[in-house]
């Protein structure tokens, strides 16, 4: 690369070893007798990478007439500062139009500054009206600013207007869909960009991976892994910590630790995080904790992440004194402030032992006001309890800070219907009617051969339909010979016998679980994975434990609080969740 822009000017050659140092090469150009402009631009970038923003600013000063490389570099350089807004809207002035990657940098500087949306959706009208939405610089930094505000449609939209898309802009969309809760999205343009011969990136594959890792999807995150191999992204820190975390979630500890150890030697702290929060959804504390006092050894200091991971494996292993010890070495060892999540795990925890006064006196006395996931917490512990009174003020709670929450109304419905209280449970029932609050709906994902299959509670849209329906009607029958009964809890009472028993038979995970069966979704020896967006629900928790019984299979549940291991008839959860 030539500093000294055009080789036959009269610029002084520059020596290499000078380049390390811009206030060398600035020297050199001051004592030219003929600077060329291209000299200063190169300089602001220069003296920006040695982290003298200052001098980059004065050397732009100096320029006699800046052209749109000069201010493109001073702005890129302060991307992360209001000053790069401010000094757009004065090369505007001048006037001097922005190209790509002037545009590029801007929207980069709006998704690192606050409330800067309304300055990004200007300059996204702009970009339009200089047909330059659609070029690639341009274009995936808008919609790497979209996903960043959670605006994953229009993200999504700016990338099908682009007319051509190289692996930055396949890794952004990848990114942003991931990163909004759109995994189904995310892996569908993971496909295309490979399909398209679009080279990727550690950022497009460790993109996937998170999405991966959102749906469990077992096989496509090897996959994913055997694609990182052939394009040697395996051994990249970023995406190494993304496999980790893809294998953990996907209920694969074991493979998440081989990946673990077969990169250790460039394994960051998020990549021990990763880890650590594997083993901590599947309530296996001991390793949790193994890990975290290795960490010591290679000399990383635990994080607030480290801590949060240890202490949401105490949550699920249902260890109360360790959880309050835990919190209390953060500060005073580590010096490290508990977050609200941090305190959330606790409250979890008591609540889980049936400590519900101190799981609420601590939520009434942290520092952080509660969020509706403290109030959640306690309410799911109440109704777990059969505490009706405290439920109903967990409800209230959680209420105050959501009316549209529908597991308030649900939670406190149900446990005030198996205390009896039925003039209550309709009452909640039609404020909730009132309110016209709507219950979300029930989710289960099963992934087979590389494919996502989703059900709803009822459904008989999926092509193998009339075989899915036939094979629960088999399980239910063989489990209901091993001593299954229903459990009927959390059904209204105004609702028939037979038409209880049929609803609970057609949940989504248990049609789930009978498509898995049909087709061969898991060999022998191996795990069946289901995915839960709610809470598995008291019924199919006592089926699955019976049904693994009957298929002699290891069945895994991720549900939204934790992961269910059942096997032989029991639950790794111990029946508390």
């Known amino acids: 690369m030539n500093l000294l822009g055009d080789p036959t000017s009269a610029a002084p050659a520059l020596k290499p070893e000078s380049i390390a140092d811009p206030r060398i090469l600035h020297a050199q150009a001051l004592k030219s007798s003929r600077v060329d402009r291209s000299i200063f631009n190169n300089l602001i ?30 702005i890129s350089v302060h991307s992360s500062s209001p000053l790069s807004l401010t000094l757009f809207l004065s090369m505007l002035r001048r006037p001097i139009l922005p190209n790509q990657r002037t545009l590029a940098s801007l929207f980069k500087a709006c998704v690192s500054l606050p409330r800067c949306l309304l300055f990004g959706l200007s300059l996204h009208a702009l970009s339009f009206k200089l047909s330059l939405n659609a070029q690639p610089f ?17 993200a999504r939209k700016v990338f099908d207007e682009m007319p051509e898309r190289d692996e930055v802009c396949y890794a952004a969309v990848i990114v942003g869909l991931a990163q909004n809760s759109k995994p189904l999205e995310s892996l569908s343009f993971f496909a295309a960009m490979k399909s398209s011969n679009v080279g990727s990136t550690m950022y497009s594959v460790s993109g996937a991976l998170r999405a991966v890792a959102d749906l469990a999807a077992l096989e496509q995150c090897r996959m994913i892994h055997g694609h990182a191999v052939v394009t040697g992204f395996d051994k990249n820190v970023i995406v190494g910590s993304a496999l980790v975390d893809g294998y953990g979630k ?46 010591a050894n290679v000399r990383f200091v635990p994080d607030e992440y480290s801590f949060l991971a240890a202490l949401s494996g105490f949550y699920n292993a249902g260890l109360v004194g360790e959880s309050e010890i835990w919190l209390k070495r953060m500060k005073l060892e580590y010096g490290i402030e508990p ?44 109704a777990h309890h059969g505490a009706a009174e405290m439920a109903l003020r967990m409800a209230r709670r ?28 309709a009452d909640m029932r039609k404020l909730m009617k009132d309110r016209r609050v709507k219950k979300e709906v029930g989710k289960s994902w099963i992934e087979v051969k590389g494919e996502v299959h989703m059900f709803m509670a009822g459904d008989r849209q999926h092509e193998r339909t009339e075989e899915i329906y036939e094979k629960l009607a088999e399980l239910m029958e063989s489990i209901e010979k091993l001593g299954y009964k229903p459990v009927w809890d959390e059904m209204l009472h105004e609702v028939g016998k037979g038409e209880k028993k ?24 191996k795990p069946m994975t289901i995915i839960k967006n709610l809470r598995i629900c008291k019924d199919c928790h006592e089926a699955f434990k019976y049904i693994s019984r009957a298929i002699d299979k290891e069945i895994i549940v991720r549900d939204v609080n934790r992961y269910h291991k059942f096997l032989n008839g029991s639950c790794t959860c111990g029946d508390i969740w």
């Open 45 to 74: 970038t220069l003296y920006a990478k040695s982290n003298l923003l200052d001098s980059s600013l004065r050397v732009f000063k100096q320029i006699p007439s800046p052209n749109i490389v000069s201010w493109t570099s001073l």
């Open 138 to 154: 341009s274009g995936s930094a808008l919609v790497n600013f979209y996903s960043k505000y959670r605006l994953p449609i229009d």
């Open 250 to 295: 996907s209920g694969l500890v074991s493979d998440a630790r081989k990946v673990f150890d077969e990169n250790i030697a460039v394994m960051n702290i998020v990549g021990w995080n990763a880890l650590m929060a594997g083993y901590a959804q599947q309530g296996d504390s001991s390793s949790v904790i193994k890990l975290f006092q290795s960490m």
């Open 339 to 382: 977050g609200l999540e941090h305190y959330t795990c606790l409250i979890g925890a008591l609540g889980k032992a049936g400590r519900l006064e101190d799981a609420e006196r601590i939520a009434t006395t942290m520092p952080f006001n509660p969020d509706a996931a403290v109030w959640r917490s306690l309410l799911s512990s109440c």
């Open 398 to 425: 959680l209420l105050e800070l959501d009316p549209n929450d529908d597991s308030a109304y649900t939670i406190a419905a149900n446990v005030l219907s198996v205390a009896g209280r039925w003039s209550e449970v």
């Open 502 to 525: 049929e609803a609970l038979w057609y949940h989504s995970e248990k049609l789930a679980l009978a498509y898995g069966i049909v087709s061969g979704a898991a060999p022998a020896g």
